[in-house]
């Protein structure tokens, strides 16, 4: 498992039990996809970027963005991964952000 906000992989590694790892790249020398929901475009590129410098080999590889972003940062990230051989595939999820009971 990866989250780029380590103390966040590390809760819910404890919590499913499943090994947390460092990089995007180790991620992915591992399984044969992975799916990623990020924030925003920024953290689209950012995560597309270092799992493209951090895989040693991509193999059969396929990156599943479920992201909800421009197609411009879409097609920015196929770009920065395909590069490096790492299959890329747009699946957005869309739908408004529900608040917590009790939240302001």
């Known amino acids: 498992m990866y989250n780029r906000i380590r103390h966040k992989a590390e809760e819910s590694g404890r919590r499913l039990g ?4 460092r990089f995007t790249g180790e991620l992915l020398e591992n399984v044969d996809g992975a799916i990623a929901f990020v924030t925003d475009e920024h953290a689209l590129k950012t995560i597309s970027l270092e799992t ?3 895989l040693e080999r ?10 909800t972003v421009t197609s411009t940062a879409s097609l920015e990230a ?5 590069s490096r051989g790492i299959g890329y595939v747009e699946a957005p999820v869309f739908g408004a952000r529900m608040k917590r009971a009790g939240a302001d």
């Open 18 to 21: 499943v090994r947390i790892l």
């Open 52 to 54: 493209a410098s951090k």
């Open 58 to 67: 991509a193999g059969s590889t396929v990156f599943i963005n479920a992201s």
């Open 78 to 82: 196929m770009r920065i991964l395909e």
